[in-house]
């Protein structure tokens, strides 16, 4: 996947600020934030979408999440947090590599997410 900015940054081709790593997962800061603290789980291995995703690394990526939201929320002194991810671009993918977006909250951060 010679072209996609997502191992680009797995590869350190890129620079990127990252939070932690896992066996098959990074955590990086999102280079544009929608919130204080919005970070990306990414897979380092390309899969363009959760469908495309193997069923072994469920756990460790849920764990994963979980500890770096743990880290994030304490460092932003967020109240709580948003777990998105987009899959395909008409569900708002823009990047086509397996990716979730951990966005810390906190009241009248102004963001909003209507579901
Ligand atoms: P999505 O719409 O779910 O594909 O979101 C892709 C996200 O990747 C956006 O929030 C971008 O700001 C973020 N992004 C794109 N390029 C980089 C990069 N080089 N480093 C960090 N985040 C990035």
Redesign the pocket.
Known sequence: MDEC??C??VSGE?N??QIMESENFIV???????VKG?S?VISKNHYTTFLDMPSEIYEELLTTVKTAASKIIKEVDADGFNL???NGETA?????HV?W?ILPRKKGDGFKIDI
């Open positions: 900015v997502f680009k940054i890129i990127n600020e990086i800061k999102d280079i544009s934030p929608k919005h990306l998105i991810m987009n708002g993918q823009i990047v086509p990716h977006h």
